[in-house]
């Protein structure tokens, strides 16, 4: 028989297993308009998904801290799917390295 796993160890699994990945929260329709907004809790956290006057849809997490301001999350529509991603680290595509044109000089092993 196995025992459940203690709080922290808990959300230390939470953290870097789920967190990490992109998740479903609704349907784009379900805020159609721009100054609607959608309340949802993703893994505990609670986070807001808001259509702008730019018709452009953006989620934030809401920070529990006194008039902290709303913090930005990885957000994304795909098929009229809303998916956000909570993990905060840097993500960014790098662009390859281009080679460079000059001629690399070797020394020949017999000098």
Do not use: K
Request: net charge neutral.
């Amino acid at each position: 028989m196995t025992t459940p796993p203690d709080d922290r160890s808990f959300r230390r699994e939470m953290a870097t297993a789920y967190r990490s990945g992109w998740h479903f929260i609704d349907l784009a329709t379900a805020i159609p308009h721009s100054g609607d907004s959608l309340m949802v809790t993703v893994f505990g956290e609670p986070v807001v998904v808001t259509r702008g006057d730019d018709e452009d849809i953006r989620a934030y997490r809401c920070l529990r801290r006194p008039r902290g301001a709303p913090q930005p999350v990885r957000c994304a529509v795909r098929y009229g799917m809303i998916f956000v991603n909570l993990d905060q680290r840097d993500h960014r595509l790098a662009e390859p390295e281009t080679p460079a044109a000059t001629a690399v000089s070797a020394t020949p092993r017999s000098a």
